[in-house]
């Protein structure tokens, strides 16, 4: 079963685009890390999947549910 899937994600601060297409998927079970150096993007990524940075495009999926742009508390 697929608990999380990104499709395309793009994320962008201002006028500044942060995330460039980001894919993933994570099925049931499985351990997954997000690496990267010093502004790669890592925290915007967690911040995009929880709803707390601006999707501009792309897709979340939890649990094959599309959470796209919900807040944390909905």
């Given at each position: 079963?697929?608990?999380?899937?990104?499709?395309?994600?793009?994320?962008?601060?201002?006028?500044?685009?942060?995330?460039?297409?980001?894919?993933?998927?994570?099925?049931?079970?499985?351990?997954?890390?997000?690496?990267?150096p010093?502004?790669?993007?890592k925290?915007?990524?967690?911040?995009?999947?929880?709803?707390l940075?601006?999707?501009?495009?792309?897709?979340v999926?939890?649990?094959?549910?599309?959470?796209t742009?919900?807040?944390?508390y909905?």
């Amino acid at each position: 079963m697929q608990a999380l899937k990104i499709e395309n994600l793009e994320v962008a601060y201002g006028g500044a685009k942060i995330l460039h297409g980001v894919s993933l998927n994570v099925t049931q079970g499985e351990i997954v890390a997000v690496l990267g150096p010093n502004g790669a993007g890592k925290s915007t990524l967690l911040r995009a999947i929880t709803g707390l940075a601006p999707i501009i495009k792309g897709e979340v999926f939890f649990q094959n549910q599309n959470i796209t742009g919900q807040k944390p508390y909905s």
